[in-house]
């Protein structure tokens, strides 16, 4: 269910908080603050992200690195230079489109080859019927009983095949020509599909590594904050009024993965330990006004409706 709050509030001290919080809505005053809404801290809502993102968004707010990141760097580096090998943003998009050229050179190439055959054929057909029909004319020639006629009528036929087979001769060079343009276009596209491919796999292989990196580093940045956290958790149980009953305690372990607990004071605590300079929109009635909210995350506040 949507709750709305009766009034919506800033830090009296800052104009661009108010008009961020006049907005209304969470996402409205993330417009007016221009904060990232990937900022895992940007927000404090019904819907936080994951502990182990928080905390490390947390860490490195805190300036903490970790021995990951010079390795993080050369790999987001290198996984924009895939791209651009590929001569694309989106490697899947490259890859279909040097499929699809494949696939056209393939189909040209063999009708180019159909053409070239059918051609050769029907020449060499002409041919053999030209010879004959020449054969023919000679040996009319040299018959006494040969008739003016005949011998017109022999001249005509081997006319008529000598211009239909300079005729298939010429149409299979052309063929011909194109079939040697269609086998090198495709010599190429193959050769476009197979650097696409291999581009596309090296690609793969980059983001799964600078994933783990990620994975890796957001682990250990999240544990080193994890201490800081549980006493944070045990202030906002101490210092905050609970509000419509809600039960204050927590487990909170040894680890991110022990705590067991309201996600949203998790979430409260992750951005207090970070000792943000940049504002969080609050969408939660877990505070009275947003004095109380600036004062125990330790930030500026814009306090909106919860959505």
Known sequence: MTRRFADRVAPAESGELRRAAAAGTVDGACAALELDPD????????????????????????????????????????????????????????????????????????????????????????????????????????????????????ATTVDSLRAEFEAATRALSEAETERVAADQALARAAERSRSVRDARERRLRLRDALANRRREARRD?????????ANAVAAFHSEV???????????????????DGDAVVAHAAAIRIAERSDPVVVGVDRFVDATAARDWLCTPVVLVGAE
Request: aromatic share 2%.
């Open 39 to 154: 900022d895992p801290l940007a927000t404090l809502t019904d819907r936080p992200p994951s502990l182990w993102r928080a905390l490390a968004a947390a860490a490195r707010e805190r300036g903490l690195e970790h021995p990951a990141d010079d390795e993080r760097r050369r790999l987001r580096t290198a996984l924009d230079e895939s791209a651009e090998e590929i001569g694309a943003a989106d490697g899947d998009d490259a890859a279909d489109a040097a499929s699809d050229a494949l696939a056209a050179a393939r189909r040209r190439a063999a009708a180019a080859g159909t053409d070239v055959d059918r051609l050769r054929e029907r020449a060499a057909t002409l041919r053999g019927r030209l010879a004959e029909a020449r054969e023919r004319t000679t040996h009319d020639a040299s018959d006494d009983a040969d008739t003016s006629a005949t011998a017109d009528a022999d």
């Open 241 to 259: 009024d609970p509000v419509d009953g809600r039960a204050a305690d927590a487990e909170v372990g040894d680890d991110p993965g022990d705590f």
């Open 221 to 229: 940045l999240a544990r080193e904050v994890y201490p800081a956290f």
